[in-house]
């Protein structure tokens, strides 16, 4: 047994509100910047929906993935290595710039410079890419809230895997969000497509990042991930990926997204896991094995003999610590509530979802039922408006029984915790019935929803015996439209705009103070801006408001 950790995060769909702040946030953070317009680090896609880049999940027409050879054995679904010599300079399983959106911004200046006349201007829209005017056909969030209508919903490559037909008028059917980061997968194929070995998976955390320096813009990782979390660059030739914010989790804070997710759906935590038998794991013949297969992969962080191991190798009594305490462990492990996403790509993900059951109850309230009694939940599950095939074809490789079992916990935990706000006696026979205690119900509700900031984020921070050689080093990054490099200039249309602003990319928690200052470094002689990766969104941070006028001076 080899023990390693895993940083992994959990996300509570019930508490999505599709607000796309983490979008936002993540963008500003770190892809703002030229060559990056069309990329989304993080994103929020309604279901059903065609997702972004458009129907990535249909593997067989991306091929990204590992899937199983005659003799059982894992192989990348995109071919070996002779297939990608073949394919080098001319890859065909690339999404088009078409499958994501050509991005664009508005003509400002005609609205402002316009001669005086009977009509309005018109900010005509121009590409990012070119400068030239374009028409808005597509986006990163066009099936926004069912925007696409029934006309592109039935493009959805996980709704045409479903055996029976879902209604698609805007009155009848389901919808429900989905946010999207990196998997970072312990068993990742984009590390394994990467020909230059510039993808590669950190040890101490397994966290997923692109040496850009080693980066040949050969672009097999974007094939290769069956999430396509990979984007090419087009300004620097380099790919680049979620980085899991490490320069902000090295010194203990959560990324950037849960940070600033206003739904506070988000947990991270830490995973003890046995890499050794990460290869058996995801090998196993029939798909729907594979959750189950995941789940005996994450070990004990409590078993005497796991903690032995640990320390073996090297592991800390700081992380062991937060792998007890870890959030992510007790709902994918402990309580099994969160499940993976598309465990049948056999990469074994490490963001896990818990499914939504929020329209259950919303249709039982509809109805004038007690929307919390047990009795009224369990049934209604079996008739739930998001179909339970949709959300196995998503989490279970099509296995209902497990997600039946998810939203029948989720439903106990309810009505359960609605006897006790009443002031009725608490009914032992409800988690019971779900293979639970009382005990155990009653923290699965604490951390589902009424956990504080430390119970949702238990971070450990990098190796203290590591610090001074970390400390200041250089940004490999620090290339032309690179996040480390001084701006030069500006133009109108497909180049980054504002006032340089010099970026320091922290990588040890020595310098936390940086992290959690509202003033970026070297910005003593620039104007003041908030910087969303240096606020740790405690307080308010100077600048983030416009000062009163007694504090500018003025009477």
């Given amino acids: 047994m080899k023990v390693m950790a895993q940083l992994a995060m959990v996300m509570n769909l019930d508490k999505c509100i599709g607000c796309h702040t983490c979008s936002v946030t993540c963008k500003q953070a770190w892809t703002n910047r030229t060559g990056m317009e069309y990329v989304w680090f993080n994103n929020v896609e309604t279901r059903p929906g065609q997702g972004y880049p458009r129907t990535y999940q249909d593997q067989e027409k991306w091929r990204g993935g590992w899937e199983l050879n005659k003799r059982g054995r894992l192989k990348l679904k995109g071919g070996g290595r002779l297939r990608k010599l073949l394919t080098i300079f001319a890859n065909p399983k690339l999404p088009s710039i078409r499958d994501y959106y050509e991005p664009w911004t508005y003509d400002y200046e005609k609205l402002t410079s316009a001669p005086l006349g009977d009509q309005m201007p018109v900010a005509q829209p121009r590409s990012l890419i070119s400068g030239e005017p374009m028409k808005i056909e597509w986006s990163a969030n066009w099936d926004d809230n069912l925007a696409g209508g029934p006309e592109l919903a039935v493009q959805d490559p996980v709704l045409a895997k479903l055996s029976r037909d879902i209604k698609l008028q805007f009155e009848q059917t389901f919808m429900f969000y989905l946010p999207r980061i990196c998997e970072h997968c312990l068993n990742p194929s984009c590390v394994a497509s990467c020909p230059s070995g510039a993808m590669y998976k950190r040890a101490e955390d397994g966290i997923v990042l692109v040496d850009q320096d080693a980066c040949r813009g050969w672009r097999m990782c974007v094939s290769g991930c069956p999430y396509k979390k990979v984007y090419f660059n087009h300004k620097t030739g380099k790919a680049e990926k979620c980085t899991f914010c490490y320069p902000r989790v090295e010194v203990g804070l959560p990324t950037v997204c849960s940070e600033t997710c206003v739904g506070r759906l988000r947990y991270i935590g830490l995973f003890l896991y046995d890499a050794d038998a990460v290869l058996a794991a995801a090998s196993v013949q029939d798909p729907k094995d594979l959750y189950a297969a995941q789940l005996d992969v994450l070990l004990d962080p409590h078993d005497p003999s796991v903690i032995r191991a640990a320390e073996l190798e090297g592991i800390s009594a700081e992380w062991i610590d937060a792998a007890q305490r870890s959030p992510v462990y007790k709902l994918a492990k402990e309580y099994r509530v969160a499940l993976p996403l598309h465990p049948e790509y056999r990469t074994m993900p490490m963001v896990w979802y818990i499914p939504p059951l929020s329209p259950v109850v919303d249709a039982l309230r509809e109805t004038g039922h007690d929307a919390e009694e047990s009795g009224n939940l369990f049934g209604a599950i079996e008739s739930l408006r998001i179909p339970i095939e949709y959300l196995a074809e998503l989490f279970t490789a099509g296995d209902t029984a497990v997600v039946d079992g998810v939203l029948r916990r989720l439903a106990a935990m309810r009505s359960y915790q609605r006897d006790l706000n009443l002031g009725r006696p608490a009914r032992p026979d409800i988690p019971a019935g ?10 699965m509700y604490r951390l589902l929803a009424i956990a504080k900031y430390d119970d949702r984020y238990v971070i450990p921070t990098a190796y203290e015996e590591t610090g001074r050689q970390l400390e200041e080093i250089g940004c490999s990054l620090d290339y032309e439209g690179g996040p480390g490099m001084y701006l030069t200039g500006s133009k109108p249309f497909g180049e980054a705009s504002g006032r340089p602003v010099p970026v320091a990319v922290e990588t040890f928690h020595a310098l936390r103070h940086r992290q959690t200052d509202d003033q970026v470094a070297g910005e ?29 001076g003025e009477s």
């Fill in 434 to 443: 779900v293979g639970m205690t009382e005990a155990s119900i009653s923290a």
């Fill in 524 to 552: 003593e002689t620039v104007a003041r801006r908030v910087n969303l990766l240096n606020w740790d969104g405690q307080g308010t941070p100077a600048g983030l408001f416009p000062p009163r006028r007694d504090e500018a």
